[in-house]
């Protein structure tokens, strides 16, 4: 209760220092900004002159946690500016809610007494705004020109007889960055779905006569973001179904507990990424809690390492054996060391370090850029780990085993990471030919994420449709080099042919190594062996050879000839018509129906 009482009557006071000498005596000040709609002359926001000789203005707890504002003597005419005379950014203040202190400012000049001549000016014309705009509502434009004062009334534009919309700014340096508002930063331009857009950017030579831009508005922030958004409906989804497999994966019974573990701890991350990925583009959680923004670039050094781990724990490789398993999550606590400080910085400085992300500045660029190059050797290692494991399941198993979801997921984060070098290449090219290509740039992160979403995706339908994949039958191998001498291979090859035409063993589409090993009544090595240099093939082509002929047999024989290929090929021991049609065309060098017709 002591907390919420202080919390709920903290007051900050706002102490005028000093202020130019030529400041005419009779003047008033006031604070104007986002906690009063940027109003100029708004006498609940007016400086009192103390008895100390000092202007002191105290206010309650504010609506954000953070403000922005500016000094006045009433008028947007006599705002302050900067030494050089120059129109002055406008102040910021974090945690203000949590303040009891005093913040000490000074005034180096007025707009009125010493504001530099602009070098010109342009005239704007916007030539269309949003159709759910307030017809009363009134249109500022802001910029670099009046220190990004949003609600600026010299530069409210005026709506013409056409339904344009008109102003004239002045023109202090050659780059013009500006925006259009209702007013604050609240009701500022946006995108769809109340994503924030870039600002608008001119280039104009200052020594022309007068220019014009001419604009139009397509959505305002606020108003937007109301709307359905499906590109968030996908990524809330995915989270909330990665969240969901977490329980099936785990209900299974005999599963691979410790490979189970990791997919569990991966899906959760990739399910909190998702979510705090939503917070950057949904306006309302973002200014609830805009540090949310931070958190799905943990990612970056996170998900490679958990999925290698996952891929050897399941394929039971044994190579994390060689080195201890923290090393590989070094990266991942050094950004986190990094971000913490980010994290903890006053929240308008954490806000512009957040979004300058959106203008490629060179702390997300260093950082992206490690985290890419980052994945793609942690791709090219899982891929070469997938693909031992597929070459020895050939020497161990005679079908193939379930291991399609692990192909695709490394296909989509094939595609992701195709996606972000094109992020790069696209970034890197706009810079050095000087094209603004940075809407290109945020459309191929955002095809990233979707495309990154799909993970989750692909694991909850492979749970439900095939839940032996999440519990994979151990692979060796490794094959030790048993001497054997002529006469001893020929035996064991008899002995396979034996077993191979007169028994038939090759029907069991279960048929393993070492089940083949324990019917001959030989090691598994043995084995092996003998049919590697007997027959210069390896376990799976060695039975899959005799399946292919059997299954020509009968598709020869008249009183078959109803049966569909798929059924015969189940018959003679495929266990899937993709294993079936790629050892067929291996084997003859055609697809069964060429066979069959030629």
Not at 11 to 40: C, H, M, R
Request: charged letters at 20%; proline letters at 4%; glycine letters at 4%.
């Amino acid at each position: 209760m002591l907390v919420i009482c202080c919390f709920a009557n903290a007051q900050i006071t706002f102490k005028l220092q000093s202020f130019p000498e030529d400041t005419p005596e009779e003047d008033v000040f006031y604070l104007a900004g986002t906690f009063n709609i940027w109003n100029a002359f708004s006498p609940d926001h007016q400086f009192q002159l103390a008895e100390d000789g000092f202007h002191y203005l105290t206010l309650d707890r504010f609506r954000q946690d953070w403000i922005a504002f500016l000094i006045t003597r009433g008028s947007w005419e006599t705002v302050e500016i900067n030494a050089l005379g120059e129109p002055k950014l406008t102040r910021k203040l974090s945690d203000v809610n949590h303040k009891r202190d005093t913040i000490v400012l000074n005034v180096d000049k007025w707009a009125d007494l010493h504001l530099t001549t602009p070098k010109n000016t342009v005239k704007i014309e916007l030539e269309k705004v949003p159709k759910n705009t307030p017809p009363d509502a009134p249109i500022y434009i802001t910029g670099n020109f009046n220190g990004w004062a949003p609600g600026d009334k010299r530069f409210q534009m005026r709506e013409s007889k056409n339904g344009k919309w008109t102003a004239e700014i002045p023109l202090y340096w050659s780059k013009l960055e500006y925006k259009y508002s209702r007013g604050n930063w609240q009701t500022v331009e946006g995108k769809a779905y109340g994503r924030p857009r870039l600002d608008r950017i001119a280039y104009l030579d200052v020594t022309s006569p007068l220019s014009k831009i001419t604009d139009s508005v397509t959505h305002w922030e606020d108003i937007s973001s109301r709307s359905f958004n499906p590109y968030t409906l996908i990524l809330i989804l995915a989270a909330i179904q990665g969240l969901i497999l977490i329980l099936i994966i785990n209900s299974y019974e005999n599963n691979n507990r410790k490979a189970n573990a990791y997919l569990s701890i991966l899906i959760a991350l990739i399910s909190f990424a998702l979510l705090f990925r939503v917070a950057i583009y949904d306006r309302e959680v973002y200014h609830f809690f805009p540090r949310f923004s931070l958190l799905p670039d943990l990612v970056y050094f996170l998900y490679a390492p958990l999925f290698l781990l996952y891929v050897r724990k399941l394929l039971n490789t044994d190579s994390d054996k060689r080195s201890p398993v923290w090393w590989h999550f070094v990266p991942f606590v050094l950004q986190l060391f990094f971000y913490t400080i980010f994290f903890l910085e006053p929240l308008h400085e954490f806000i512009g370090r957040s979004l300058s992300r959106i203008y490629a500045r060179p702390l997300y660029i260093i950082t992206g850029g490690l985290a890419l190059a980052y994945n793609i050797w942690y791709w090219v290692k899982i891929k070469k780990i997938i693909s031992q494991y597929l070459e020895g399941v050939e020497n161990t198993f005679s079908e193939d085993q379930n291991v399609v979801y692990l192909k695709n997921i490394m296909t989509l984060k094939g595609i992701c990471l195709s996606f972000w070098i094109l992020t790069y290449l696209t970034g890197g090219i706009g810079s050095i030919l000087g094209f603004n290509l940075t809407q290109t740039t945020i459309v191929l992160v955002d095809l990233t994420w979707v495309v990154f979403s799909l993970t989750v995706y692909i694991l909850g339908y492979f749970a439900i449709k095939q839940p032996e994949i999440f519990k994979i039958d151990n692979v060796d191998r490794e094959t030790p080099k048993i001497k054997l001498n002529g006469g001893e291979i020929a035996v064991l090859t008899t002995k396979l042919q034996n077993a191979m035409e007169k028994e038939k063993l090759f029907l069991d589409s279960s048929l393993t190594l070492p089940e083949l090993s324990e019917k001959l009544d030989s090691s598994l090595h043995e084995i092996s062996r003998a049919i590697n240099e007997g027959f210069q093939k390896n376990f799976r082509d060695f039975i899959n050879q005799y399946r292919v002929q059997e299954f020509i047999k009968r598709a020869d024989e008249e009183a078959i000839r109803k049966h569909t290929f798929l059924a015969l090929a189940m018959e003679v021991g495929f266990n899937s018509k993709s294993s079936f049609n790629r050892s067929f065309r291996k084997i003859t060098g055609k697809s069964p129906r060429e066979y069959f017709r030629e």
